[in-house]
């Protein structure tokens, strides 16, 4: 093996994930805020819906996550008889940490009838206590689904949430959680980048405030931005997610410019994936997901429901 230089020690390290991955008979799902390099392996590179579709397709032995811990928890709860493995067992998602089952408990409590709607961006323990889940791709749809005359609440997100009632015209029980990442991103941010590239169309992710909603040409999901951009007469976007997006935006249409509202929006959890995790996972085969009986089943159902629903209608 060349270990004389970093160029030659990243061709060995693909190598040899190829090698393994061929042995374990694996197949890798990739989100799209992932490391360029960690991208370019995947099978599969989407956003959480098109993951979770993709993991009811394969037939490999062994699912390998390249995301956070919900999406690994969710291959798993759709494919109970395969290995799935997440790379970097630290690898969680400070939104979903921010609900638990008991709080979803106490507002079914306080709100009796009502339906529990949670992003995908939860627990498998807090999809155990909810009727369905939804992603950006398709809450809207989700939400539309739900009789008039039913109480929703809607768990985590509360910019989602808020830019799901502006969407559908329903009421909803909404829990105050939120992306940090996409959080931090404000109007003055949004106003300075169009000031330094004017003519630029600025599309953004429904997890942003609505103050950054509200300014920008398009709400979409990260696999409705790539539609939105490739179907634009216009050349320059603005886009308003986590940074990483910009990597699968520019290869799906690399006439095309794209700047970041902000080079802040990063999230730290969805980079600690590298080459070398993906290899030391299917070495060692490890971080294995489990999840119990007793909350798979439920959290199994919520998730089916959104999967049956799919993505028709989405952005
Ligand atoms: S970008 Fe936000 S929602 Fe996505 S994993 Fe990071 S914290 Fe969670």
């Known amino acids: 093996m060349t270990r004389g230089s970093t160029a030659g020690t990243e061709v060995d390290l693909r190598a040899e994930i190829a090698e393994l991955k061929r042995a374990r008979n694996a197949v890798f799902l990739v989100h799209n805020y992932q490391l360029p390099e960690v991208q370019d392996l995947g099978d599969f590179v989407g956003d959480s819906l098109g993951l979770a579709q993709e993991a009811t397709r394969t037939t490999a032995d062994v699912i390998v996550l390249c995301g956070v ?3 690994a928890e969710t291959a798993k709860l759709l494919n109970p008889e395969r290995t799935v493995l997440l790379p ?8 979903a940490d921010m609900v638990n089952p008991g709080d979803v408990t106490n507002l079914k409590k306080e709100h009796p009838g009502a339906v529990v709607v949670s992003y995908v961006n939860t627990t498998a323990a807090t999809k155990a206590v909810t009727d369905v889940c939804c992603t950006s791709a398709n809450a809207v749809k989700v939400i539309n689904t739900i009789p008039a005359e039913k109480p929703i609440i809607f768990t985590p997100d509360q910019h989602l949430g808020a830019y799901v009632r502006r969407e559908t015209g329903r009421e909803m029980i909404i829990w105050p959680g939120c992306c940090p990442t996409h959080a931090r991103l404000t109007a003055e ?19 942003c405030p609505m103050e950054v909603i509200e300014l920008a040409d398009a709400v979409r999901s990260t696999s409705g931005m790539l539609k939105y951009c490739a179907a634009s007469e216009a050349s320059g976007f603005i886009i308003g997610t986590e940074k990483g997006m910009l990597y699968p935006l520019k290869k799906h249409c ?10 802040q929006a990063l999230c730290p959890t969805m980079k600690l994936t590298k080459l070398a995790s993906v290899r030391e996972a299917l070495l060692h085969m490890q971080y294995e997901i489990t999840i119990p009986a ?6 199994r159902r919520a998730i089916e429901r959104m999967v049956e629903i799919g993505r028709d209608g989405a952005n």
Request: hydrophobic fraction near 40%.
């Open 88 to 95: 970097e067992a630290e690898a969680n998602c400070p939104m």
């Open 294 to 299: 007793d909350i798979a089943e439920p959290a």
């Open 69 to 71: 811990n919900f999406m």
């Open 189 to 207: 941010m949004v106003l300075e980048a169009k000031g330094e590239h004017p003519g630029a169309k600025v599309v953004v992710h429904p997890e």
């Open 254 to 263: 690399p006439d095309k410019d794209f700047w970041p509202i902000t080079e």
